[in-house]
């Protein structure tokens, strides 16, 4: 399994982005996919995640409200929208995958390491 993570750049504070997550599996819908963000001198921490096959989705609490995760299983694509920006979201970005779990619903947590496969970050910079 492959992800390839885009979409990070620099961008005012109450701004917004959104990045993508490209999958190189058969179908994204049958994993567990986590965003990741590491901040310079931080530890990585988690995002948000999307379960497999319902979608449905979590948030840590920092975002909830302004961080959204979607699925397009015909594009095997995640999404992260994120708005409202602020500094403190300055970090490198990552998307990571669990499975394959097909049929199944399948939700984890926020924690890193329950997550065999990793994609290159990409940065995102909140500033004025």
């Known amino acids: 399994v492959q992800l390839q993570a885009s979409g990070g750049g620099l961008v005012q504070p109450g701004g917004s982005l959104r990045l993508s997550c490209a999958v190189s599996v058969g179908t994204v819908r049958n994993y567990v996919i986590g965003w990741f963000r590491q901040a310079p001198g931080k530890e990585r921490e988690g995002v948000s995640t999307?379960?497999?096959?319902?979608?449905?989705?979590y948030y840590a609490d920092s975002v909830k409200g302004r961080f959204t995760t979607s699925r397009d299983n015909a594009k095997n694509t995640v999404y992260l929208q994120m708005n409202n920006l602020q500094p403190e979201d300055t970090a490198v970005y990552y998307c990571?995958?669990?499975?394959?779990?097909?049929?199944?619903?399948?939700?984890?947590?926020?924690?890193?390491?329950?997550?065999?496969?990793w994609g290159q970050g990409t940065e995102v910079t909140v500033s004025s």
């Open positions: 990571a995958a669990e499975g394959p779990y097909p049929g199944t619903v399948v939700a984890m947590g926020l924690g890193p390491d329950d997550y065999d496969y």
């Open positions: 999307i379960s497999s096959t319902s979608g449905t989705t």
